[in-house]
Structure formats: structure tokens, C-alpha cells
């Protein structure tokens, strides 16, 4: 429906539609699927057919921007540009209103730096960031109801339990500080605005932040709520998350 109603960016709008059907149509077999080997290899193909899908189209999109200055700057050199057609001779005045709009034209296009094919939707960079900073935000919250428990008459006071429970809100706070802390910087720049590439990069790196953070909360809640039980596999998960 965007497609058809924003002309200008009709070609992102339909490459990004064809994007997500893609990938519907590799996740939405893991509902039925019961083989191991079966969901790692639609989750890992899925995960990595949406990576080389979003820096394919990065990289095409500068290509083809690239390409487009190279044609600019060719056509001025070859004396095509709006100067040459403004200093052409004109014997009447509707030849003269047609010069003028042509260069009022070629400057509007010179201006805007793009064209209507190679046009994407502009992205509001402070809400998307509030938007990814709130989901780390509820992930590290989950970390932090992990180490709830419920203490009795035997658990008050300075014991083991309260001791990791203490560790674990420790490392949760830990990780917030580390996360937000360089927003602080006065030369700060977030790797949104720096480069495209940098800013997919940052996005991409959320999923196994997240992921990680998730495992370590599963864990630190075994390791806080039963110290005595804690088994090799739960200390691997916890050391690898972090």
C-alpha cells in the first residue's frame, strides 16, 4: 500500500515486502518442526539469508548513488548540465520560461543528491534508539527478577543466598552502566550516524546481545536460588553469556 502511494520510495518499499516474505516463509515451518537438526538448520539459514540481505542492499543502495555522481559529474564535463542550457540562445519567451524551469529543475535534483529509484525512507534515529536502549532495558530487568527469592526464617541475615543475589544485581547494573555510560562522552557519536555500515552493524550485534544477556539470567537464577546445585553446564552458560 506505500508502495503504491509513495512513488519515490516504491523500490525500497518493495524490495523490503519481498525481504520480509522471504523470511516468513523459512521461520514459519519451525511451528511444526520437531527435529534438532531441522530448527537450527531454518533458524541459522533464516538468520543469515536476513544478514546478507541487509548488506546487499546497503552496498547496492552506495553503488548505485556512486554511479549516479559519476553521470552528474560526466554530464557537466561533456557540457550537458543546466549552465550550458541557461547560456543557449533563445528567441522567444516561452523558450526562455522553458530554460528557467529546466535549471530551477536541475538544480532541485543537484540539491537533493538523489533520485527517485535509489530514494529509502528516512529513519528517525532518536526514536529508534529509544526504542533498542527500552529493550536491552527489559532484557537486564529480567536479570534482575532472576535473582528474587524468597527468603525464610533460616535465610535472614548475611547468608549465601542473599551474598549471590547481591553479586548478580551487582553485574546487572554492571552491564546497564557499561551499555549507556559512552552517551556520556562529549565527543560522543553513535555508530548510527557515523556510516551505514557501522549503523547495521550496531543493530545486527542486538540479537546476540540480547540473547546472551537471557542466557546469563537463566542461569544466575539457578546459581543464586540453589548454589549448592549448580551443575557445569549452568556455569558455562553464565561464563559464555557474560
Not at 69 to 76: A, S, T
Not at 153 to 158: E, L, T
Amino acid at each position: 500500500m506505500y508502495a503504491h502511494a509513495l512513488p519515490r520510495f516504491r523500490v525500497a518499499l518493495l524490495v523490503q515486502s519481498v525481504h520480509q516474505v522471504i523470511c516468513f516463509f523459512i521461520y514459519f515451518p519451525l511451528i511444526f518442526v520437531r527435529s534438532t537438526t531441522a530448527i537450527v538448520t531454518l533458524a541459522s539459514l533464516g538468520i543469515a539469508f536476513d544478514l546478507l540481505a541487509r548488506y546487499t542492499v546497503g552496498i547496492a543502495t552506495v553503488v548505485t548513488k556512486r554511479r549516479e555522481k559519476k553521470r552528474q559529474i560526466d554530464e557537466e564535463v561533456n557540457g550537458t548540465t543546466c549552465k550550458e542550457e541557461e547560456e543557449s540562445p533563445s528567441d522567444s519567451d516561452s523558450d526562455g520560461d522553458k530554460v528557467i524551469k529546466e535549471e530551477a529543475q536541475c538544480q532541485f535534483d543537484k540539491h537533493r543528491g538523489d533520485t527517485m529509484s535509489t530514494s529509502m525512507p528516512a529513519l528517525n534515529i532518536e526514536h529508534f534508539l529509544e526504542r533498542t536502549a527500552a529493550f536491552v532495558v527489559i532484557v537486564l530487568g529480567e536479570m534482575v527478577l532472576s535473582i528474587m527469592y524468597h527468603a525464610t526464617g533460616s535465610q535472614i541475615g548475611f547468608k549465601r543466598i542473599y551474598g549471590n543475589a547481591i553479586c548478580g544485581l551487582m553485574i546487572a547494573f554492571n552491564l546497564c552502566w557499561l551499555y549507556f555510560d559512552a552517551e556520556c562522552s562529549r565527543k560522543f557519536l553513535h555508530a548510527i550516524r557515523r556510516h551505514w555500515f557501522s549503523g547495521l552493524t550496531f543493530t545486527t550485534l542486538h540479537f546476540p546481545l540480547c540473547a546472551s544477556l537471557i542466557l546469563v539470567s537463566a542461569a544466575m537464577s539457578q546459581m543464586t536460588q540453589h548454589s549448592d546445585d549448580v551443575s557445569s553446564a549452568l556455569r558455562w552458560y553464565f561464563g559464555g553469556g557474560l
